[in-house]
Each structure stands twice: as structure tokens, then as C-alpha cells.
């Protein structure tokens, strides 16, 4: 039995919630048909308050996408400007695919070239933000600054 762990932060207090199949709403325990989840439903983003990012351990590391373009993934560096969409992304991994997914359907190789994804949730889908998401799909405008807490960037390296 796999089980998941969330974190929950209010005021200066951490409450790591442990969830197994058992413990779960029937929601989340869905049935399955090939070993794939059906009828999943995935919490709210504005309801989790991060999800799981590896930095440092992924810095400088190459990602190649389904769509055989490659990224290299910065854990220091972010990219300020530069805007063509922003998406909800669980994972880094699903906000880069999305960068190489805009490329193809506008088969345009260099239509997003870089990404920037925050692992903060609830923060950035917050009824008072502007935007809704957490993952920045990017074009040749954005530029490089310094990297805040809970995220990463991604620059295509070869499409």
C-alpha cells in the first residue's frame, strides 16, 4: 500500500497530513481499468498548499519531453517576463511538457522556450491573485533573475 504526504501551513505551524488509499475520500480511491486511475478527482489548487519539488537535486539537470525537446532545469534562476500562457501544474515535469506541447500544436519549435513553475499552490491560485495557475509557459523575451523559494525554471536547450 503506497501512501502520499501533504503539508499544511498556517501561521508558523507544519501539519504533514500522511494519506493512504484507506484513509481517502472515495473520490481519490477511484477504480481502475488497466492499472490507470478512473473518475481521479485531484484536490483543488487552491486547497494544497505546495507539491513536491526537487530542487536542489534536479539543478542543471536535462529534461526531454515527449515531444523530444530538451530542458535544462535551473533551481536558482528565474525567468521574469516573457508570458504566453499560465497553466496549473502538479508536477515541474507536466509544466515543461506544456511548454513542448505549445510547441508543437503551433508547430513552431520556439513558440515556448522556457518555463517557470512554483511548487506554492494555494499561494499562487489565490482568489486575490492575478492569473490563476502556477506554471509560466515562456517566450525568447523573458530574462534571468534570482530564484525565489518553491520554484524552478526551464530553458529549452534543443527542440
Avoid at 27 to 37: H, M, P, R
Avoid at 64 to 75: E, G, P, R
Avoid at 125 to 148: D, E, I, P, Q
Wanted: net charge negative; glycine share 6%.
Amino acid at each position: 500500500m503506497t501512501s502520499s504526504t501533504s503539508y499544511k501551513q498556517r501561521a508558523n505551524t507544519t501539519t504533514v497530513v500522511t494519506a493512504t488509499p484507506s484513509t481517502v475520500s472515495s473520490s481519490a480511491a477511484a477504480a481502475t481499468t488497466d492499472g490507470l486511475l478512473v473518475g481521479y478527482v485531484v484536490a483543488s489548487p487552491a486547497s494544497v498548499y505546495s507539491v513536491p519539488l526537487s530542487c536542489p537535486d534536479i539543478d542543471g539537470q536535462n529534461f526531454t519531453t515527449k515531444q523530444h525537446q530538451t530542458y535544462v532545469i535551473s533551481c536558482t534562476e528565474d525567468e521574469n517576463g516573457g508570458d504566453t500562457g499560465i497553466i496549473i501544474a502538479y508536477t515541474s515535469n507536466d509544466c515543461i511538457e506544456a511548454c513542448s506541447a505549445q510547441n508543437a500544436i503551433q508547430n513552431n519549435a520556439t513558440a515556448c522556450v522556457a518555463v517557470q513553475f512554483d511548487s506554492r499552490m494555494a499561494y499562487w491560485n489565490a482568489a486575490s491573485r492575478v492569473g490563476y495557475g502556477n506554471c509560466w509557459l515562456k517566450t525568447a523575451t523573458a530574462t534571468f533573475g534570482s530564484h525565489t523559494d518553491g520554484g524552478m525554471s526551464a530553458r529549452l536547450v534543443q527542440s
